[in-house]
């Protein structure tokens, strides 16, 4: 009897067992589907962009700034010089500060992930055997085998607004990439024209030094025929000393441009030496620059659009302090079985078992849980202020390189104008001292204007390529040439104890 009776016992065991299984599970997900997520639903913050551009370039300018739409994604272009085209490309794929964007942007996915799987049930199982005696009896074995599972239910949305707020800090981190691709490209760019500028520099310092090299060799030999006095020889060699002593300043500033191209591409400081000593011109900017309307730049410019993810998660982060005020559920389960052999541990006579729902509720937490509110809602407001002070600060940065460009061009003009002056002064000087009609010092002071004229001019030539380039990057150009790919595999070994590859380029290589 006791043995037919048994297995009905059991039976009826699992079967009450898998009701309450089964209500507890109906109603964990009842609270979860009824739920609603705690705290305010994001909106996207309101800044009202003034309708045009203060600045109102003059119509005669040569390179005019237009309202039109910006639709050219690689503006480097713009100035047709392939090489600088190839440095922002290699830069793009190398620069070391992209590539630590680009582990930021993975570490937030990953980040989210953790986030994400709080709201699904966890399973756990263990086991174990162990041989003893207590109180001086016969040596027994034990054996354990069991597993648990867990699920808290999110009623109120507090893991919901925290997966929410991770979302929101992926795409912050997508913006920071994105930006930091324009603050590369301009970086690229200004330190590429800057190396031009100092190339032509030389080049004019070599002309000029050619010239009073022939003033010096004129003036000696008129002193030593007796034509002049020995004053005319000795300024014709001042000058000529003054002038080759900008040789080395110049010299130097070529060399640290290279070295700061070939860092800025990941290399080492010497990689382009010989790349970029040839000597090249610098970039002309073209005839028309299309800068948009203040709206666009809303969408446009990476840092706006992160302020404004920043703005979204700081929002969802006080939907997750307010779900502390309500109760967390959950439904949990364990399985258990313990044998003294292994051939009859897994058999439902050596189990025990438990499920069911469960409630937590913190009833008093001495103002711990509303002044973390506060916090919150004070970090939301800060968040507002910065995208309000990123957007402002944006427009700004627009105004100030269309005022910059359009009074450089103004300014190129005037130089242009001096240099041609100069050097019929110069021209009409040295006539005037092989006939003896003049001082040779009227010589030394037209080679001096045309040698500071022509210095002035190429400068305003780099101002002009460097201001256009400081007007894109403001305009938050260029990113959208280089979009997100997945991340490329370290190549140094994840285990501090692994065997180093020998590849000299990973930070664990001897």
Known sequence: MNSSASPNVCNHGRRGGQRVAAHGLRLALLLGLAGCAVGPDYKPPQVTPPPAWVSTPDKTDTSLVVASPVTTVEWWTLLNDEQLNTLIKQGAAQNLTVLQANQRIVAARASLGITDSALFPSVNASGGYSYGAAGGGVPNSNYNLGGSAGWNVDVFGGVRRQIEAAEA?????IQDRRDAIV?????????????????????????????????????QQRWQGGFVSRLDYENALAQQASTRAQLPSLETQERQDIYALSVLLGLDPGALLTELQTVAPIPKVPAQIPVGVPSDLLRRRPDIRAAEAQFHAA???????????????SLTSNLQFNSGTLA?????????WNVGPSVSWQIFAAGRIVANIHLQEANQVQAFYFYKNTVLTA???VEDSITAYANEQERHQYLQDAVAANQRALDLANTSYREGSTIFLNVLQAQAALYSAQQQEAVSDQALASDLITLYQALGGGWSAFPEQDSVPVQFPRFPYATPPKDHSSPHAQ
């Open 344 to 352: 009859q541990l897994v058999t439902w006579t050596n189990s025990s």
């Open 395 to 397: 427009f700004q940065q």
């Open 169 to 173: 800090s992926v795409d912050a981190s």
């Open 183 to 219: 603050a590369l490209a301009a970086q690229i760019g200004i330190t590429y024209v800057d190396l031009r500028a100092v190339q032509k520099r030389l080049d004019i310092t070599h002309i000029n030094l050619d010239i009073q090299d022939h003033s010096v060799n004129v003036t």
């Open 315 to 329: 929002t969802a982060d006080i939907g997750v302090a307010i779900s502390d005020l309500f109760p967390k559920f």
